[in-house]
């Protein structure tokens, strides 16, 4: 372990000790699910935890919420007209996403 981690720690137990780890919001909860944002960059994936806790979602977010609702969609549909019609959505909003995240990189390039 390194001296600085070693320090962290000794400082977290310090705080927790005091009884400064107390009464935090979540306590006792389990830690949320963010296994998406092993797709998106660090400093990416904190802007966007930021803006969600603020009650703000870039589009691109709330497009791949739509995304995932509607593949949970299209997995219950058996009739072939409804899901070629959940299939045209679906890439529809694919697209938009696609979009949304290329202006982004864009943005952000510069």
């Known amino acids: 372990m390194s001296w600085l981690a070693r320090l962290a720690e000794r400082q977290m137990q310090l705080f927790r000790l005091k009884g400064g ?9 389990p830690l949320p699910d963010h296994t998406a944002d ?12 930021i803006m969600a806790q603020a009650g703000v ?8 919420k739509q995304v995932i609702a509607q593949r949970a969609h299209l997995a219950t549909l058996t009739d ?4 070629k019609e959940a299939m045209a959505e679906l890439a529809r909003l694919e697209m938009r996403q696609a979009i ?3 202006a982004r990189r864009r943005f952000m390039k510069g």
């Open 57 to 64: 979602l870039p589009e691109e977010i709330v497009l791949k």
């Open 21 to 29: 780890l107390q009464g935090l919001p979540g306590e006792g909860k």
């Open 38 to 49: 092993a797709f998106v960059s660090a400093g990416d994936a904190v802007g966007f935890r």
């Open 80 to 83: 072939e007209a409804a899901r």
């Open 100 to 102: 949304a995240e290329e």
